[in-house]
């Protein structure tokens, strides 16, 4: 019989009072855990993303949505801009790379993504199997995409109209997996990626006005279509093998789409010199229906903004934790006046008053390292549930399995709530007086 | 065995009490009787280590309370003194058997439950081995507090009024218990009590 096991009995003898004590300490752990767990990722996932990326030029509109849409592929675009009017971007003596990118199509609710190979190298992408596009409606696809839907070389798919799970499909023209991306851990991850001539052959003659319009259909029409889409698999798969992808076709229609309605969503600049930021911005705001936008500021507003919502969340928590504590002082003290004979007993049994002194602050550590335990535990598990539904929404992967190290001082404030709580109660088990605790029958 | 000389206590500033020089040798069995309030309870605390007296010493087996003090002397009573109380307590969140075994482990001796049963047996409350204490009714948490009192083989017996909550059957019960258990561990018996029923079961008595 040890010190310990007794503590745990004791824990145990008193069910309700220990499991208060328990739950509230797990729920704070938990709240501060999940919280923790997603702000880190959130800035790694920005992190990774931001590619380096000094500048977007992009459609009048909201600055901070342009970001978003084009440089981290959450929001949707501000609107289209014409490509042959970039060329102030793309000829600037301080500008590295001027990448275009062409957004407003989805396979699946997956972003297909129009651009060159220099967005490829941005985020240091490395092709896995077959290669980078080439010719028009080739696409070069992310790890999570090949995955999810299984996608091998030389598979066809149906470009969607618009960002959501469309129902207008590309269907005339089916691209061609070319290639797989290796895992990069940035938004590579959940593209797929093409040329821009695929985009412009694609809407050639095909009003596309900006990006994010949802096409609504009745039902009916729905099911017709996709009645319609399971035929076309079956197409697909038939003539798999002996069709040729003409090329010179393509030219042909490119030939025919005027300069003038050649769009992208956006460019993204990488500068050669900072000193670019004190030119090209001016120039981009002055050109007729045109904007720049510098991610570093939007996402640092942002965060601006997030913050004290992160800190309200976080003060919820550090309540919780004080409320457990005050509880398991108040649970620990309560008990102590019925177990003040315990305490005598023990002491005339032969336990020294360090002994009883180390059983009530076990009592104490026990209780808020178990608390401890359970909330990691299901804070990390929570965190994974809650991936599948941070990924449905936001096609960013997220995961419950990382260890942060912030939950070391996490265990390290529990222990101190522990000896905290426990401290006074186990004070007043050592100085028990226990020839007048026993006199007092 | 045990011996106290000019021992005195001071309850207040005002009140002392002084008890009479004692010696028993080992084995011996005695009734230490007084009414309520002279101090019965304080002497037992006394012999016990549990109190500090202002003049005067106790000698168990040689050793000098006074000498002993802090987790020495704690251990000590753990190893050579039994104590049973008239209201018996025990560690509510542990059974019977566990109990126990916490009296040996504390005490520095091995976990042992073949001497519980055997002591339980005795005392017959075998079956009550792996119960909550909270479940005994008074006579068997009497009977537990003696099988603790025993289960180190002290050589030392104090009961403070072990009787005076029991009926009449339970009473004779348990002095015969404690007066066999004794006798059997060759242990010294003292028993602090002011319950007449008792004083026939003893030739040796002290009046306070």
């Given at each position: 019989m040890n010190i310990l096991k007794i503590s745990w009995k004791n824990i145990v003898y008193r069910p309700?009072?220990?499991?208060?004590?328990?739950?509230?300490?797990?729920?704070?752990?938990?709240?501060?855990?999940?919280?923790?767990?997603?702000?880190?990722?959130?800035?790694?996932?920005?992190?990774?993303?931001?590619?380096?990326?000094?500048?977007?030029?992009?459609?009048?509109?909201?600055?901070?949505?342009?970001?978003?849409?084009?440089?981290?592929?959450?929001?949707?675009?501000?609107?289209?801009?014409?490509?042959?009017?970039?060329?102030?971007?793309?000829?600037?003596?301080?500008?590295?790379?001027?990448?275009?990118?062409?957004?407003?199509?989805?396979?699946?609710?997956?972003?297909?993504?129009?651009?060159?190979?220099?967005?490829?190298?941005?985020?240091?992408?490395?092709?896995?199997?077959?290669?980078?596009?080439?010719?028009?409606?080739?696409?070069?696809?992310?790890?999570?995409?090949?995955?999810?839907?299984?996608?091998?070389?030389?598979?066809?798919?149906?470009?969607?109209?618009?960002?959501?799970?469309?129902?207008?499909?590309?269907?005339?023209?089916?691209?061609?997996?070319?290639?797989?991306?290796?895992?990069?851990?940035?938004?590579?991850?959940?593209?797929?990626?093409?040329?821009?001539?695929?985009?412009?052959?694609?809407?050639?003659?095909?009003?596309?006005?900006?990006?994010?319009?949802?096409?609504?259909?009745?039902k009916e029409e729905h099911d017709a279509n996709l009645a319609k889409k399971k035929e076309q698999v079956h197409h697909q798969e038939a003539h798999h093998h002996h069709e040729k992808t003409d090329s010179k076709d393509y030219d042909a229609i490119l030939k025919e789409i005027d300069f003038k309605t050649r769009e992208v969503t956006a460019m993204l600049i990488t500068y050669k010199t900072t000193r670019a930021r004190f030119t090209l911005p001016g120039i981009a705001n002055n050109t007729d229906g045109m904007m720049a936008a510098e991610p570093a500021i939007e996402i640092a507003q942002l965060f601006e903004l997030i913050e004290p919502a992160i800190q309200i969340v976080g003060i919820m928590a550090m309540l919780i934790i004080i409320i457990a504590s005050a509880s398991m002082f108040i649970a620990m003290l309560n008990s102590l006046k019925d177990r003040q004979y315990e305490i005598a007993i023990m002491r005339i049994m032969g336990a020294s008053t360090i002994k009883v002194f180390s059983m009530i602050l076990l009592e104490g550590l026990l209780l808020s390292v178990l608390g401890y335990m359970l909330g990691v535990l299901f804070s990390h598990l929570g965190m994974e549930l809650f991936s599948d539904y941070l990924a449905k929404n936001y096609h960013y992967s997220f995961t419950g399995w990382i260890w942060l190290k912030e939950e070391w001082y996490l265990l390290e404030g529990a222990i101190l709530i522990g000896i905290i709580s426990a401290l006074y109660p186990a004070i007043k088990a050592y100085r028990t007086d226990i020839s007048k605790t026993l006199s007092n029958k | 065995m045990l011996k106290t000389i000019n021992l005195k206590y001071n309850y207040t500033n005002e009140v002392q009490l002084s008890f009479p020089n004692m010696e028993f040798e080992q084995g011996s069995q005695a009734l230490i009787l007084g009414r309520s309030g002279c101090g019965k309870t304080t002497l037992l605390h006394l012999l016990s280590g549990l109190l500090k007296p202002s003049e005067g010493a106790v000698f168990i087996g040689g050793t000098d309370l006074n000498l002993l003090s802090g987790s020495k002397l704690d251990f000590f009573r753990g190893q050579e003194i039994g104590i049973v109380f008239q209201t018996p307590h025990f560690i509510d969140a542990l059974t019977v058997k566990e109990n126990l075994f916490l009296a040996q482990t504390l005490a520095g001796n091995k976990k042992d439950l073949a001497s519980i049963s055997n002591l339980l047996a005795d005392l017959s409350i075998l079956d009550k081995l792996n119960v909550g204490t909270k479940e005994l009714s008074q006579g068997q948490k009497q009977r537990v507090s003696i099988a603790r009192a025993l289960i180190n083989s002290p050589k030392l017996i104090l009961a403070d009024e072990p009787t005076s909550a029991l009926d009449d059957d339970n009473c004779v019960a348990v002095v015969n218990l404690l007066k066999t258990q004794a006798k059997k561990h060759n242990a010294t018996l003292l028993i602090v009590t002011h319950d007449n029923r008792l004083s026939s079961s003893f030739d040796l008595k002290v009046q306070l």
């Open positions: 309700l009072s220990s499991g208060l004590s328990l739950m509230l300490l797990m729920s704070g752990i938990i709240i501060i855990l999940i919280t923790l767990l997603t702000s880190h990722q959130i800035n790694e996932k920005f992190r990774n993303n931001a590619g380096g990326v000094d500048l977007i030029i992009a459609a009048e509109g909201s600055r901070l949505q342009s970001v978003l849409c084009n440089l981290y592929q959450i929001d949707k675009p501000t609107g289209n801009i014409n490509y042959a009017r970039t060329g102030f971007a793309r000829m600037h003596p301080m500008v590295d790379k001027a990448i275009p990118v062409s957004i407003g199509d989805n396979y699946k609710s997956y972003r297909i993504l129009a651009t060159t190979h220099d967005y490829v190298n941005l985020y240091k992408g490395k092709v896995a199997k077959g290669k980078l596009w080439k010719k028009p409606l080739e696409a070069t696809i992310g790890s999570e995409i090949a995955k999810k839907f299984n996608l091998k070389i030389g598979a066809k798919f149906a470009g969607g109209h618009g960002l959501g799970e469309s129902i207008e499909e590309h269907k005339k023209q089916l691209y061609t997996v070319v290639g797989i991306l290796e895992q990069s851990n940035t938004v590579l991850d959940n593209l797929l990626l093409t040329s821009l001539e695929s985009v412009w052959i694609l809407h050639a003659g095909h009003n596309h006005n900006s990006g994010g319009n949802f096409d609504i259909i009745s | -």
